[in-house]
């Protein structure tokens, strides 16, 4: 029998962790410099040495770009507050519904709020022995799906009793995945009011350097890339699908072909109809809704291009909630 003054303590649940990069808490200038200062300080993202690479940040960086970033994120911004958010929030709560009390589902952001750690301990003090945490990145990278668990790694150095883990593998080749992006963007297609020429799958860049030190990224959009193609290709047999790298940064060596470079190339060479999806993105984000929707359509046409559409994540719909139950009802096996 448990003694008069022994803590309470909740025990013997599963939870189940979704996480993604992350997102300032406002459109403005001190919100984006917090996050951008949190973010660009993550030596898995910036692979410069500190002593090199903080002045730039401090006395360069963080007192240019958070007002240029603060204008994007005005732009997509919702009265739900940031889409990236919103939509992850709805993806936790679609996939809660689908569980029918199999596990506790919570959702957290690598940068910003809520964080891993402070959701981490909710899910403890809940009850959860196990935990299932889900990066929500489909193609592995050293700078986002292992700077989660340098996060999970640093709540776990500080919790006294802690909780089972386990991880979401990378699924940016799992037959769900792609099943569900093919029947989401063929959707997506066939309501457009114009016939695409070209489908331009764009992941999110990273440094030519995480390639040649081995990180296997660019391999696994590349796979993403040509399995989709090979789908869609017998639904949409004139459709030609390209693949490229957006959101640079710096000026060292990236990925490529650019995304933009590919755009404005397209339209300079006679293409007048091209829709634009983002298959490494698990939900719509200022990457998506500015850099391409925006940005993007100014390169499109400017250079001569005339239909333009930006087709839509995955985010909380019915194939993608279902893409998400299959993965996580596989790692929960056992459980």
């Known amino acids: 029998m448990r003694p008069a003054d022994h803590p309470d303590a909740r025990t013997g649940r599963i939870g189940v962790l979704l996480v993604n990069l ?13 996050y951008l200062g949190e973010f660009l300080s993550d030596p898995r993202v910036v692979e410069i040495p500190a002593l090199v690479w903080k002045p730039i940040l401090h006395g360069v960086i963080l007192r240019t770009r958070p007002a240029k970033s603060a204008h994007a994120y005005g732009q997509v911004w ?3 507050g940031s889409p990236l958010a919103a939509i992850t929030a709805a993806q936790a709560r679609g996939l809660q519904e689908r569980l029918n009390g199999r596990a506790v589902v919570d959702w957290a952001m690598r940068y910003g709020n809520p964080s891993i750690p402070e959701r981490l301990q909710a899910m403890k003090d809940a009850g959860c022995e196990r935990i299932l945490i889900a990066p929500l990145y ?13 996060k999970v790694g640093e709540a776990m150095a500080r919790m006294r009793w802690q909780p089972a883990l386990r991880s979401l593998p990378p699924y940016y080749d799992d037959p769900a995945h792609i099943d569900a992006l093919e029947a989401d963007l063929a959707r997506q297609i066939e309501a457009l009011a114009f016939v695409p020429e070209v489908l331009l799958l764009s992941f999110h860049g990273m440094p030519q350097r995480t390639l040649d030190l081995g990180d296997p990224y660019h391999c696994h959009c590349r796979k993403t890339a040509r399995l989709l193609a090979g789908r869609l290709a017998s639904r949409f047999a004139d459709l030609r699908v390209e693949t490229a790298f957006q959101s640079r940064f710096g000026r060292a060596k990236w990925l490529e072909p650019a995304t933009e470079s590919v755009l404005e190339a397209e339209a300079k060479a006679g293409t007048r109809g091209l829709a634009i999806a983002a298959p490494g993105f698990s939900a719509d984000c200022v990457e998506t809704l500015e850099e391409l929707a925006i940005r993007g359509r100014e390169v499109f046409e400017a250079a001569g291009g005339k239909d333009f559409a930006v087709l839509s994540c995955l985010n909380d719909t019915g194939v993608g909630i279902d893409m998400l139950e299959t993965l996580v009802r596989r790692e929960l096996s056992g459980w």
């Open 22 to 34: 992350g997102t300032p808490d406002a459109p403005t200038a001190p919100a984006v410099r917090r």
């Open 78 to 80: 919702t009265e739900a």
């Open 138 to 150: 489909p193609q592995y990278s050293g700078a986002t799906t292992a700077s989660v668990w340098d």
